[in-house]
């Protein structure tokens, strides 16, 4: 079963859930840069169509604010693109950041993604460098939630934000994924009747049989039970997500036509 991580690592697979609000798209901002689909923290990349190796000739790359780089390290010397994995694959968190310096070119594309704690979804802010610049600065909020990118001595505005996710306690919400919830402690009891309800829909039918056997939770319908009053439900990206732990397990869903379904085939971001 996929985390609710899951929605943006599928983010180039098929169309959006319903929406409930404004929603940012980033691949038309982003060109070179594989910040999402990576799992990368932060990425600067070189202006749409130059090569890759077009920044120039050496880059240091900094941590701020207690984070660590994968691995230990403090900083990085790169003499091509800039990208930083960060322990565990997180997102930066509150009061921390990253320092560049080096040759920078004006059109460069700046990635970096921010939440307030560890279990928050991650948000994503995307700057174009608007003037060459040998040092940038960003440095996440005190409460996680925004971030904010200074080149040599000037502010930059963000291109686009899309903020971590924030927790909803909406009665409506809760109550369809009560009852979407039960539906699927009877398919785990051996009812499946309805279980291709859990996916995106499609013009294509397919046998409910086959749909239970690829939830793969037969047999776990007290686990189920068990999990759902723990259950998060937020808003991310204007879409309303889902996720809880059943047996020890991640899952994640999204809402869509009225019905929490798995994440396979969705993009949110």
């Known amino acids: 079963m996929a985390l609710v991580g899951a929605l943006v690592a599928a983010a180039g697979v098929a169309a959006a859930a319903d929406a409930i609000g404004p929603h940012q798209r980033l691949d038309p901002l982003l060109g070179p840069c594989k910040i999402v689909s990576s799992g990368y923290a932060f990425s600067l990349c070189a202006p749409e169509g130059w090569p890759e190796s077009g920044q120039g000739s050496g880059l240091e790359v900094r941590l701020s604010g207690g984070a660590r780089f994968s691995g230990g390290r403090k900083s990085v010397t790169t003499h091509d693109l800039a990208e930083v994995l960060l322990e565990n694959g997180s997102a930066f968190a509150p009061r921390s950041g990253v320092v560049v310096t080096g040759p920078m070119s004006r059109g460069s594309i700046v990635a970096f993604s921010f939440a307030p704690t560890p279990t928050t979804q991650r948000g994503y ?145």
């Open 125 to 269: 802010a995307v700057w174009k460098l608007p003037r060459r610049t040998s040092r940038l600065t960003i440095t996440t909020a005190a409460n996680g939630r925004t971030a904010t990118l200074v080149a040599g001595r000037h502010q930059v505005s963000p291109a686009a934000v899309i903020e971590p996710a924030r927790p909803t306690h909406s009665l409506r919400f809760r109550t369809i994924f009560l009852a979407d919830m039960h539906h699927l402690e009877a398919i785990a009891n051996g009812n499946v009747r309805g279980a291709c309800q859990f996916y995106k829909p499609t013009s294509a039918k397919a046998a409910d049989s086959s749909c239970a056997s690829a939830i793969g939770l037969d047999g776990q319908a007290k686990e189920i039970a068990a999990a759902t009053p723990g259950a998060t439900l937020s808003i991310y990206n204007g879409y309303v997500l889902a996720s809880l732990t059943i047996g020890g397990q991640g899952v994640g869903l999204i809402l869509d036509h009225g019905h929490f379904r798995f994440p396979y085939g969705y993009r949110v971001i």
